[in-house]
């Protein structure tokens, strides 16, 4: 702070001196050029004296190849359809990262104009922190090496599609990237895992589609 004050002083006291000079506007022109470029090599210094650039943190995010945020999840991967569970990738993990757990839910049950209840669709936890992605269809014996599973609302593990019995329903994706491993829950409920998870989250990302039956 002290070499920037410095620089100011400079700056303030040279462009008095000019502007009382002939051709003020032409020098001072000049001065503030040079000036710039002054500015732009301290500061160029400085960082180099603090360490280099800092890292720039990627947020966590959590993409589909078979629906967009927000958008209609297709009829493959719900009761309708063949109840195959979609394609799921993700990046900007952030540092420090053991494993990952993920959540599917539905807050709109029954009836998204008087909703009632949560609906659990898919509760996974410990995938390794080297993987980066769930494969179309994945059935529990591809499962990436070290991954558990949890109970969803149909009282079985593994994943259960989109079956709602009225109107158009949020179905919310959440991974979640953790500091730690967790220990064998014998397969826990949503309510279970996230009282596991307490204090270890590191960062959480949510993917969101809808359905609505015909």
């Given at each position: 702070?002290?070499?920037?004050?410095?620089?100011?002083r400079?700056?303030?006291?040279?462009?008095?001196?000019?502007?009382?000079?002939p051709?003020?506007?032409?020098?001072?022109?000049?001065?503030?050029?040079?000036?710039?470029?002054?500015?732009?090599?301290?500061?160029?210094?400085?960082?180099?004296?603090?360490?280099?650039?800092?890292?720039?943190?990627?947020?966590?995010?959590?993409?589909?190849?078979?629906?967009?945020?927000?958008?209609?999840?297709?009829?493959?991967?719900?009761?309708?359809?063949?109840?195959?569970?979609?394609?799921?990738?993700?990046?900007?993990?952030?540092?420090?990262?053991?494993?990952?757990?993920?959540?599917?839910?539905?807050?709109?049950?029954?009836?998204?104009?008087?909703?009632?209840?949560?609906?659990?669709?898919?509760?996974?936890?410990?995938?390794?922190?080297?993987?980066?992605?769930l494969?179309?269809?994945?059935?529990?014996?591809?499962?990436?090496?070290?991954?558990?599973?949890?109970?969803?609302?149909?009282?079985?593990?593994?994943?259960?599609?989109?079956?709602?019995?009225?109107?158009?329903?949020?179905?919310?994706?959440?991974?979640?990237?953790?500091?730690?491993?967790?220990?064998?829950?014998r397969?826990?409920?949503?309510?279970?895992?996230?009282?596991?998870?307490?204090?270890?989250?590191?960062?959480?990302?949510?993917?969101v589609?809808?359905?609505?039956?015909?």
């Amino acid at each position: 702070m002290a070499i920037m004050d410095s620089f100011s002083r400079e700056f303030c006291n040279h462009g008095k001196r000019l502007l009382a000079q002939p051709g003020a506007l032409w020098e001072m022109e000049g001065f503030m050029i040079r000036f710039i470029f002054s500015m732009e090599s301290l500061i160029f210094s400085l960082t180099l004296l603090a360490g280099g650039q800092k890292e720039v943190h990627m947020t966590l995010q959590l993409t589909s190849k078979n629906f967009h945020h927000q958008g209609e999840i297709p009829k493959l991967y719900t009761c309708d359809g063949k109840d195959l569970s979609p394609s799921l990738s993700w990046s900007g993990v952030p540092a420090g990262t053991k494993s990952f757990a993920l959540i599917v839910d539905d807050p709109d049950a029954p009836d998204p104009k008087a909703p009632k209840m949560t609906w659990v669709h898919w509760v996974l936890y410990n995938l390794p922190a080297t993987v980066n992605s769930l494969e179309e269809g994945i059935s529990p014996k591809n499962l990436p090496s070290g991954s558990l599973e949890g109970t969803n609302d149909w009282k079985r593990t593994g994943y259960g599609g989109p079956c709602p019995p009225i109107g158009r329903h949020r179905y919310f994706f959440k991974l979640y990237a953790l500091d730690t491993v967790l220990a064998d829950l014998r397969q826990p409920t949503k309510a279970a895992l996230e009282k596991a998870m307490s204090g270890h989250i590191l960062e959480k990302v949510e993917l969101v589609g809808t359905y609505q039956r015909n």
